[in-house]
């Protein structure tokens, strides 16, 4: 076989195959299960406009969730971060991973808590807000969790 028939067999079986690899690429992206998370995201702000923003990320058993602070001005501010949850009869705790030490980020009793913001002097009371939590989409919020590339 020649040089120029060899070169249009292998110029035809690339043709021919690209698209099937690149299909078989994006099956496999497209196929990657996504971590189960709750059906709302809750959101605890003050009254001076600080707000976090919470979801459960994976099964309950597993205690996990996804908390992200706003409107702080703080090193934190706006990075969705994964929190430990632990529940008492008094209270549920949020503990993030801050310079490799646990902290807790966020304690709740019920539908009100304190906001422990890396940086302030206080902790910021905040209290449950169902317009803000109405206003989030759970999925949209893993998206940018997801996007963000911190575990």
Known sequence: MNLRARLRQITATAVLFTPLFVGAVASVHAAAPRAEIATQVKTYASTDGVKAWTLR???????????????????????????????????????????????????????????????????????????????????????DYEQQGVR
């Open 57 to 143: 990320y994976g099964p309950r058993e597993k205690n996990q969730a996804l908390i992200q602070v706003t409107d702080s001005d703080s090193a934190i501010d706006k990075k969705i971060l994964m929190a430990t949850t632990t529940s008492t009869a008094k209270d549920t705790r949020y503990t993030v991973q801050l310079n490799g030490r646990p902290y807790v980020l966020l304690i709740l009793n019920e539908s009100s808590g304190e906001l422990y913001v890396p940086g302030s002097q206080k902790p910021t009371w905040v209290r449950y807000d169902a317009d803000l939590s109405a206003q989030s989409n759970p999925e949209h919020y893993l998206t």
